[in-house]
């Protein structure tokens, strides 16, 4: 039996002396890895069962550590378990608890694996529930998005380049492109899981380990898709949570673009959107005020987000191999962006849900700023053979002549148009109206009412 009495409570006998509190404070992660403890269990409790299949310990001290972890878990999902500080991790202290519980043979729980391996362990299974979590809650979005798409295929609203009132569009059409974003989204998720699904256990603390272990069996149990190859590679990569920060990113992203627009949308200028009381927020000085508070939070939580990717890469940058104290730094900014992601997805898909376009008020601006004038050049093209730059350049003094008489271009008479182009008939107003531009763009993926159906009905396909 190791003689326990002089020695440090983790290091073991080469210490004498315990550590300055500030090195306790500047080693401990426990305050946020604590979130780790119930993967940690897992693979540990898999991690003994191995150990006993192979005969690298007894039956007996398996089945004693097992039922210890399992109790431990009990402990801290009943919120009965005390985290200390001083046991620097959430490793040590669930194994110094082992010791609490069933003694001396919690120490063969440690046999052929070290932290190093184990850290990394847990954090994939954290990082894989977490990227799961994520996957759901974006199917929510979307969902929340092609609802909204689905009640306002016809409701017309002005497209826009440059913040420029550009062609005719419809709510429903400009929703479906945050579908696209967001189905992105997911699929940078899935390839991040696909590659964080590999099992680092038994690399040990470096080089793999002399105990004849099954990383195999380990592996398939919990639930990874093989052991990872190289166990040098698999105490010091972190790749797997930049996968997850960088998709996380541009996630948010999208999310601050549509936030962006409800911000503009929900302003008096443009009143294109209300939103109900549940999602607006007053002011404590102007009585008459209605924030979209949320979506300004959604907008800058980006910059923590992103903040997070370009942290992280920062440690990892020039970091050596093998392991490094410096990796202790991935954790807090990964399970940051994972809070911040969540929240903001919730709240997204509760405003989406709750928006409401001001119908009239789109279809009004949809007639400003002349918005119908690729319409017109199409249409000399079309019916007068004229080519697209010379038609572009004709409506262009069309334009010109509608802003001098402060009318829309559909309200110019024929004898005026004719003085600009004398082979214009009166069939060029039908292309006019805001209804007929949008009709007309029926190209694949265009705007058209009947193209926005056929991608309404191959989101439902997909989603419900
Ligand atoms: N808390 C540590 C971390 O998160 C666990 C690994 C410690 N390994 C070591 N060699 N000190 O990285």
Redesign the pocket.
């Known amino acids: 039996m190791v003689k326990k009495a002089k020695s440090n409570i983790m290091w073991g006998a080469r210490f004498y002396n315990a550590p300055d509190h500030i090195m306790k404070s500047i080693n401990a ?1 426990i305050n946020f ?1 604590r979130r780790l403890y119930k993967h940690d269990i897992s693979a540990s409790i898999i991690h003994a069962e191995m150990l006993v299949k192979n005969e690298i310990i007894s039956e007996q001290t398996g089945i004693k550590i097992v039922d210890g972890l399992q109790t431990i878990l009990q402990e801290i999902e009943s919120n009965n378990f005390d985290f200390k500080v001083d046991l ?2 959430i ?1 040590m202290n669930i194994e110094a608890r082992l010791y609490e519980l069933i003694g001396e043979e919690a120490g063969f729980l440690h046999t052929a694996r ?3 391996d ?2 990394s362990t847990d954090f994939r299974l954290w990082t894989r529930d977490a990227v799961d979590e994520l996957i759901q809650q974006l199917e929510n979005l979307m969902k929340a998005f092609l609802k909204k798409a689905e009640a306002h295929v016809d409701t017309i609203m002005p497209g826009f380049t440059h913040l420029q009132v550009a062609q005719p569009t419809t709510f429903g059409h400009h929703l479906l492109a945050y579908l696209e974003m967001l189905s992105r989204d997911i699929n940078r998720f899935q390839s991040t899981r696909l590659r964080l699904n590999e099992c680092p256990l038994g690399a040990a ?1 470096l080089a793999g380990t002399s105990f004849a272990i099954n990383r195999i069996d380990t592996s398939t149990r919990l639930g990874f898709d093989r052991p990872m190859s190289n166990s040098i590679d698999a105490v010091s990569d972190r790749d797997f949570c930049l996968d997850f920060l960088s998709t996380c990113a541009i996630c948010a992203t999208h999310l601050s673009r549509f936030a962006e627009e409800l911000v503009i949308w929900t302003s008096t200028q443009f009143n294109f959107v209300s939103l109900s009381d549940k999602f607006s927020t007053g002011s404590s000085i102007m009585p008459q005020k209605r924030n979209p508070d949320a979506a300004e939070l959604i907008r800058g939580k980006v910059g923590r987000v992103t903040g997070s990717l370009v942290g992280l890469l920062s440690v990892l940058k020039g970091l050596p191999l093998a ?1 490094s ?1 410096d ?2 730094e ?2 807090e900014c990964v399970f940051d962006a994972f809070d911040t992601m969540s929240l903001c997805l919730i709240a997204m898909t509760g405003m989406v849900s709750d928006l409401k376009p001001n119908e009239k008020i789109l279809r009004d601006a949809a007639k400003d700023g002349f918005s119908t004038a690729t319409d017109l050049a199409d249409w000399l093209v079309r019916e007068l053979g004229i080519p697209f730059r010379e038609s572009h350049n004709i409506t262009g003094r069309i334009v010109k002549l509608a802003e001098k008489n402060k009318c829309k271009l559909i309200d110019l008479d024929l004898e005026s148009l004719q003085t600009i182009e004398e082979n214009i008939s009166s069939k060029i107003f039908s292309v006019l109206t805001v209804e007929a531009s949008v009709a007309s763009r029926d190209s694949f993926g265009g705007t058209s009412p009947s193209q926005v159906r056929i991608q309404i009905s191959k989101w439902k396909k997909r989603l419900f």
Do not use: C, F, P, W
Request: glycine share 0%; net charge negative.
């Open positions: 992660s890895d620097e991790d490793h070290s932290r190093n184990q850290v603390a392991y104290k990796l202790q991935d954790k």
